[in-house]
């Protein structure tokens, strides 16, 4: 077939320049802006080095307080999302009644926005945990969310009825690919529940974990909305997760340079993780 | 032996009914669990403000209903307006970005040179990207360019949406067969007929799962309109669920309405669409 250059061009050229005047030129000025001093207003900052990245990690107990808590709300979301996810999808794929009904429940928290969750559970947090520990006269259900832990309790609860469905869905895409006969051989050769799931069903779901994995960590650190709407990293700062830490130094202090020097550990930090995390399940999985 | 045979096979249909009815009650139960917080919202959305105190977890009663909730809180959110708002970016965002990355991502299939493989790495290599490393930029930029609205926030949509939908809709065009396209131009298609009458039809499956994953996060999406498009009369519904809650942060029985009018329309869209859903979503996540 004749193939001009003229065609290659005219067709990738709207998504090409698209692409280059919103994420491209944008992300070369902020590699030179995380190195200035820019306040958003002056447009010719004075370059101050590395300065910014030596103040994040030595004089900022907010910043290193968000990345810790951060990094803690990854952690225990994935591990329990993950857990939660596949539990689910071995449930869910029996044959019983209500199967498809529950599937489709479990799933639907994934599809409504971050704001809108954030606030639901703020109010199931606040309100009804407080009547109902006034109600049941338990006082570890009064004052959710005016303190560090419940704030972090607060965040992994919402973050797992979240993702768990997600994950379940994924999970449940990949056992529906395991042959029954594999199954039915280590059951014939005497192994009990335990011994299938660990050494036939857990090996073979394998790739639907590197996906869960990828999903729970890069949705965990990016989570804005979520934390915004809950506690607005309150109560001072100490429920603050990178994303809103960055956003409080852009606007509310009003140190763009600064931020921006933020946001580039954080790409460092994302991008790391997620691609470290694809590359050792890779390796792992067993090939079908 | 007949009969032991088949006294056997009754305990274990019995045995299989009530296996499958403990499953059902434990499935029932996780259900409930999970779809609690919005059932207890959607409940106290037709309380009175005093209601909500006394009566938080019961039905409400003569003394606290509320009928007036809804309307206050339509009101309060310019519900009609802001949905509007809302349907308009998300519709033509998702439109412009199917059609430029399916162009875009045809031809980098199609043309098997260097360029186009740099271009295409690129353009993955930018999902690892979080949108808070380009956001403060890309202000500037859009000030410069006088993108700050709506038309502005649609062009930044599209050129946040071609990373994945291109890197998608690459991995589909991949797998579908060149001699149907060869054929076409034998026949005489110029190139715009050949894309839209032969390629653009066979993508349907891919095209349908790319439309949903950018939907949802388009609708959705908060941080980017925050800064974009904020003026009163351009306000998204996340927009303005936001300034409510500013607002009116004490005042549960509006708020308790005006979100559960928010979650409304995404809950209509999955029960109209959910098989789609669930595919584009898991297909999404694989690829």
């Known amino acids: 077939m004749r193939r001009s250059k003229l065609r290659f061009w005219l067709f990738l050229a709207p998504a090409l320049i698209s692409f280059t005047i919103i994420c491209v030129i944008p992300m070369l000025i902020g590699f030179y802006f995380s190195f200035t001093n820019w306040d958003g207003v002056n447009m010719n900052p004075a370059v101050v080095g590395f300065d910014n990245f030596v103040r994040m990690f030595t004089s900022d107990s907010d910043f290193l307080r968000a990345l810790l808590f951060t990094a803690a709300v990854a952690v225990v979301t994935i591990v329990l999302v993950n857990v939660f996810g596949l539990a689910l999808a071995m449930f869910v794929m029996q044959k019983f009644r209500g199967a498809n009904l529950l599937r489709s429940v479990l799933f639907m928290p994934n599809l409504i926005g971050g704001l809108l969750l954030g606030f639901t559970w703020n109010f199931i947090f606040t309100n009804v945990f407080s009547a109902v520990g006034t109600a049941l006269n338990l006082e570890f259900l009064k004052g959710w969310l005016s303190n560090t832990e419940t704030g972090f309790i607060g965040i992994i609860i919402l973050n797992v009825w979240q993702m768990s469905g997600y994950m379940m869905i994924i999970y449940i895409a990949q056992l529906q690919h395991i042959p029954s006969s594999v199954k039915e051989a280590a059951k014939i050769d005497g192994a009990n529940w335990w011994q299938t799931f660990r050494s036939v069903t857990f090996p073979l779901v394998m790739p639907a974990f590197t996906i869960g994995l990828f999903l729970s960590i890069s949705n965990s650190f990016k989570m804005f909305d979520q934390n915004l709407a809950l506690t607005k990293g309150g109560p001072y700062h100490s429920t603050e997760m990178l994303a809103l830490n960055i956003y409080n130094s852009a606007f509310s202090a009003n140190e763009y340079g600064y931020a921006q020097a933020k946001a580039i550990i954080f790409l460092i930090l994302v991008a790391g993780i997620g691609l470290i995390q694809l590359i050792v399940t890779k390796k792992k999985e067993v090939e079908m | ?287």
């Open chain 2, 1 to 287: 032996m007949v009969s032991w045979s088949k006294t056997k096979k009754i305990s274990i249909n019995k045995k299989g009914r009530f296996k499958r009815l403990v499953l059902s009650i434990i499935s029932l139960i996780i259900g409930l669990v999970f779809v609690f917080p919005i059932y207890i919202l959607a409940l106290n959305s037709f309380k009175t403000q005093k209601g909500l105190l006394v009566n938080l977890l019961g039905f409400p009663d003569a003394k606290t209903f509320s009928p007036n909730n809804y309307a206050e809180a339509f009101d309060k959110l310019k519900y009609l307006q802001s949905f509007c708002n809302s349907l308009y970016i998300s519709i033509c965002s998702v439109f412009m970005i199917l059609l430029i990355s399916t162009m875009a991502a045809w031809v980098l299939v199609r043309y098997k040179t260097k360029v186009s493989k740099v271009v295409f790495v690129v353009f993955a290599l930018f999902m690892l990207v979080p949108f808070q490393c380009v956001m403060l930029p890309l202000m500037m930029v859009a000030k410069n360019m006088g993108l700050l609205n709506p038309v502005g926030l649609i062009f930044m949509y599209m050129g946040f949406g071609t990373s994945m939908s291109v890197l998608m809709i690459h991995g589909f065009i991949k797998n579908v067969p060149e001699e149907l396209e060869e054929a076409a131009v034998i026949d005489g298609c110029n190139v715009f007929q050949l894309f839209f009458i032969i390629v653009v039809p066979l993508l349907r499956v891919i095209l349908i799962t790319v439309a949903i994953l950018n939907t949802m996060w388009i609708w959705n999406d908060f941080l980017l309109p925050s800064i974009v498009i904020n003026k009163p009369g351009w306000q998204t519904l996340p927009l303005m669920t936001y300034s409510f809650f500013g607002t009116y942060s004490t005042r549960w029985d509006l708020a308790s309405a005006a979100l559960v009018m928010c979650i409304a329309p995404i809950v209509a869209f999955y029960l109209f669409s959910q098989k789609y859903i669930v595919n584009g979503m898991t297909d999404g996540a694989i690829k």
